[in-house]
């Protein structure tokens, strides 16, 4: 009977704790093997440097909190920043609309001067606070499709690169393209939706919904507005966070009662003047923000001095890139960040401590493992000393009883590390999945890296270690005295 014949013999004679040692083992690299997984690619989800922009600009407070916000749609709006912020940039670029202003503004003030001075690539404005059905709802300009103002599609001349770098990406290389439909007006109450929402939802286009005042939880009932947005295009899937919103033309959200209610306020407040008698809620016609033209137009009656947006969304040569985030971190109401920078401190200042003390943790469990393995494999030796001495009697060698048991050790080591690096990818897998829930896309969880292939060599030289103490125990058998009839 060859070695391996015999090590197969003697863990079927032992099954039920030749399966637990293998448990054990699994569990400890699955656990070790999830770990790298969610730090490598979670890394690379959050934390990427091929974002379509290298500028965020926001008001002050919380990059973090700017990033996670804007980017990835699970936080919280910590302020505005006025308009003007945004359409000194975007005039130098050409897509803002030259009719971008109030209707009833008889003495438009002169275009506002960027305090950036820098070339500027593309740029555009994002407005939340809205949801529909716990989706977020974001107002900005036709312009992140690659739309003029009337929301056509922008042609550009093949080979011109410089009419080309003005059209916005996610990622570079990578624009937003629609589905089905097309972009919307600048003007219009429409509206492109990401591909999850309109799985989810069932809204296509044509469809027509209504915005949920900020994000309820459950049980919560609902502040619906009153205005009705047409869904005009469905975006093709981006695997980003966009997938999840509804995009809104930035007009129609100031066209919202409570949206201009509020933004009068805060410039009442901000020039320390009394607020000027409003007409009364209950008169919807006289209480309405807007006013809507023949074509479905917007005319809007908030002061274009009264607009705010939550975040501006700015490329840059990266040359200059350093130059943007500084004047913007300079000014008393701003700031500005780069988003890859603000994630990769986030992943080595906040979640490195955690990360490394799972990695503890994975360690300690394959010690665990690795005892049990030698207990498992001493406690088998030593009830099995009898069979030690007949396979001495037969001829077998003490290297060669050495070699069975170091073996036996050894294979415990390597199947349990395979099935546990198994079980890891496959608990990535589950993390992968909420977090496409919960941002819009997951992680690569079927990727195998180099620190998991090392793992696994280690606690395969970690059992055959194991297997060390039993192996020489068996070694220094007695053939004689084993013999003995029992």
Not at 266 to 276: C, G, K, L, M, V
Request: glycine residues 8%.
């Amino acid at each position: 009977m060859n070695i391996f014949a015999l090590l197969f013999k003697q863990m079927r004679q032992r099954s039920l704790s030749t399966a637990l040692t293998l448990l054990s083992v699994m569990l400890g690299v699955a656990l070790a093997v999830a770990i790298m997984i969610c730090q490598r690619e979670g890394r690379a989800a959050f934390g990427q440097t091929d974002y379509g922009y290298n500028v965020l600009i926001g008001p002050k407070g919380s990059g973090l909190q700017l990033v996670m916000n804007t980017v990835y749609h699970i936080d919280v709006s910590q302020g505005n920043v006025p308009f003007e912020e945004y359409e000194a940039l975007a005039r130098r670029t050409g897509s803002l609309p030259k009719e971008f202003a109030p209707a009833d503004a008889t003495q438009p003030a002169a275009a506002p001067r960027s305090p950036y001075p820098g070339p500027v690539s593309w740029v555009v404005p994002y407005a939340v606070g809205d949801s529909y059905k716990g989706f977020r709802i974001v107002a900005t300009m036709p312009i992140l499709f690659g739309a003029n103002p009337d929301g056509k599609p922008i042609v550009v001349p093949e080979g011109d690169a410089r009419a080309a770098s003005h059209i916005p990406e996610y990622r570079p290389g990578h624009r937003y393209t629609i589905a089905q439909g097309q972009p919307f007006a600048y003007n219009k109450f429409e509206a492109v939706i990401g591909s999850e929402v309109a799985a989810a939802t069932g809204l296509k286009v044509g469809d027509k919904f209504q915005a949920t005042h900020g994000m309820p939880k459950e049980g919560e009932t609902p502040d619906i507005h009153d205005e009705i947005w047409t869904v005009v295009g469905v975006l093709d899937k981006t695997f980003t966070a966009n997938d999840r919103v509804l995009f809104i033309p930035l007009m129609s959200f100031y066209s919202i009662w409570e949206h201009a209610e509020g933004l009068d306020a805060i410039a009442d407040i901000a020039s320390n003047t009394r607020p000027a008698p409003k007409p009364a809620a209950t008169q919807e016609e006289e209480a309405k923000a807007y006013t809507l033209n023949p074509d479905g137009t917007i005319n809007l009656k908030l002061p274009k001095d009264k607009w705010e947006i939550s975040a501006i969304l700015l490329k840059t040569p990266p040359t200059t890139q350093g130059q943007a985030i500084f004047v913007y971190k300079n000014r008393p109401d701003t700031m500005a960040v780069n988003p890859a920078t603000v994630m990769a401190e986030f992943f080595d200042d906040i979640l490195g401590s955690i990360v490394e003390m799972f990695r503890v943790m994975a360690g300690i469990v394959v010690v665990v493992a690795a005892v049990s393995i030698l207990v498992s494999i001493y406690n088998s030796v030593a009830a099995r000393n009898r069979e030690v001495a007949i396979l001495r009697a037969l001829g077998a060698t003490k290297t060669r009883i050495l070699t069975l048991v170091c073996l036996e050790a050894t294979f415990i080591g390597l199947m349990g590390g395979i099935a546990g690096l198994v079980a890891g990818h496959l608990a990535a897998a589950a993390a992968s999945a909420y977090l496409a829930q919960w941002i819009g896309h997951g992680i690569a969880w079927w990727r195998a890296g180099w620190m998991e292939l090392l793992y696994l060599g280690v606690v395969v030289l970690v059992s055959f270690a194991a297997g060390l103490v039993p192996a020489f125990k068996a070694f220094r058998t007695q053939v004689a005295a084993n013999l003995v009839a029992e």
